[in-house]
C-alpha cells in the first residue's frame, strides 16, 4: 500500500507542475485551478486517505474553482483595456471627407471632429457616403459603408 502512496504523491507533485507551467504559457486562468486541486489532493496523499478519494476532491476542488473563482479573477486582472472617450463612437455614423480606398487611408467626420479612417471593406468610400465606425486603432476609424 504505501507504493500507491508514494505514486500518488508523484502523481499529484507531476499534476502541479505541469498545471503550473502551462498557466505560466497561456496566462489563460484556467490550469491554475487544477494546480490548486493537486496541491490539495497532495496533501491527502500525505495523510494517506484512499486514492479514490483524493481523485474525486482533486476533480471536485478544480472544477469548483474553474466556475467560481475563473470568472472573478478574470474580471478582477483584466488590465489591458483602456477606455477612452473616443470609445463612444464606436457603432455612430459619420460622412465620408475623403475618398477611402480599399486598403488605405481616408478621413471621415463624426461628431464635428474629422479623423483618419481606414475601410474595412472591398469598395472605395467615396465623399459624402455615410460610414459606420466598427473600431478604433490608435488614432484611425475602422469603417465601412452603409
Same mark, same amino acid.
Given at each position: 500500500?504505501?507504493?500507491?502512496?508514494?505514486?500518488?504523491?508523484?502523481?499529484?507533485?507531476?499534476?502541479?507542475?505541469?498545471? $503550473?507551467?502551462?498557466?505560466?504559457?497561456?496566462?489563460?486562468?484556467?490550469?491554475?485551478?487544477?494546480?490548486?486541486?493537486?496541491?490539495?489532493?497532495?496533501?491527502?496523499?500525505?495523510?494517506?486517505?484512499?486514492?479514490?478519494?483524493?481523485? &474525486?476532491?482533486?476533480?471536485? &476542488?478544480?472544477?469548483?474553482?474553474?466556475?467560481?473563482?475563473?470568472?472573478? $479573477?478574470?474580471?478582477?486582472?483584466?488590465?489591458?483595456?483602456?477606455?477612452?472617450? $473616443?470609445?463612444?463612437?464606436?457603432?455612430?455614423?459619420?460622412?465620408?471627407?475623403?475618398?477611402?480606398?480599399?486598403?488605405?487611408?481616408?478621413?471621415?467626420? /463624426?461628431?464635428?471632429?474629422?479623423?483618419? $479612417?481606414?475601410?474595412?471593406?472591398?469598395?472605395?468610400?467615396? /465623399?459624402?457616403?455615410?460610414?459606420?465606425?466598427?473600431?478604433?486603432?490608435?488614432?484611425?476609424?475602422?469603417? &465601412?459603408? &452603409?
Amino acid at each position: 500500500m504505501e507504493n500507491i502512496d508514494v505514486i500518488m504523491l508523484i502523481i499529484w507533485f507531476a499534476i502541479i507542475l505541469v498545471a $503550473a507551467f502551462i498557466e505560466i504559457v497561456t496566462m489563460d486562468l484556467t490550469s491554475v485551478w487544477f494546480s490548486l486541486g493537486a496541491v490539495l489532493s497532495f496533501i491527502l496523499a500525505l495523510i494517506g486517505l484512499d486514492p479514490l478519494i483524493q481523485v &474525486v476532491v482533486f476533480i471536485g &476542488v478544480s472544477i469548483l474553482l474553474l466556475l467560481t473563482v475563473r470568472p472573478l $479573477a478574470k474580471k478582477y486582472f483584466r488590465t489591458n483595456i483602456v477606455s477612452t472617450n $473616443a470609445d463612444r463612437l464606436v457603432g455612430k455614423i459619420g460622412i465620408c471627407t475623403q475618398e477611402i480606398p480599399p486598403g488605405e487611408r481616408g478621413e471621415v467626420r /463624426v461628431d464635428g471632429k474629422y479623423w483618419t $479612417a481606414i475601410s474595412s471593406g472591398d469598395e472605395t468610400v467615396q /465623399v459624402d457616403d455615410k460610414v459606420e465606425i466598427l473600431a478604433i486603432e490608435g488614432v484611425k476609424l475602422i469603417v &465601412v459603408k &452603409v
